[in-house]
């Protein structure tokens, strides 16, 4: 009763699997393509007729990409084999872990600020007129 495990891919329907594959595909040209600056930045892409969709994590990669669209266009319509008229950038920001992954506490409470930050906040209540303003600002100051 010993058989081998079959992956998960032989369990897909086939045009999941044909979907599957042209989306390796499309993902290996894109990276054979650009110039290992705008590799990093990329978290997916998708072909939609004549546009090809690149997803990006911040909207200042998209502006970038979005600036690049002439000489990018032609190097990508040749690694892709067909003619890239159009390239649409769209912002996905990359998700965040689980509360779970990232442990209990962490979830509960955010980071201290640096040492030079609390110096700062004790100054600035120091300075400060309204009294209930300056004593969280001195509380902020002390947290370690």
């Known amino acids: 009763m010993d058989r081998p ?6 369990r897909l329907p086939p045009e999941w699997r044909r979907r599957l594959s042209e989306q390796r595909a499309l993902w290996q040209a894109l990276q054979a393509a650009l110039p ?5 930045p990329l978290c ?7 546009a090809l969709v690149l997803f990006v994590p ?7 990409l979005r600036y690049s669209e002439r ?7 040749a690694a892709l084999g067909r003619p890239i008229e159009r390239l649409r950038v769209r912002v ?11 442990g209990a506490a962490a979830a509960r409470r955010p980071a201290p600020p640096p040492p030079e930050t609390g110096a700062v906040l004790a100054t600035l209540a120091d300075k400060v007129g309204h009294p ?3 004593r969280a600002l001195r509380r902020l100051a002390r947290r370690r």
């Not at 996905?92 to 990232?102: D, G």
């Open 5 to 10: 495990p079959r992956p998960l891919s032989a």
């Open 36 to 40: 290992p600056e705008w590799r990093r």
């Open 58 to 64: 911040s909207a200042a990669w998209a502006t970038r």
């Open 132 to 134: 209930a303003l300056a």
């Open 71 to 77: 000489t990018l266009l032609p190097p990508l319509s």
């Open 92 to 102: 996905a920001p990359p998700l965040a872990p689980a509360p779970a992954a990232r």
């Open 44 to 50: 997916g892409a998708a072909l939609d007729g004549t």
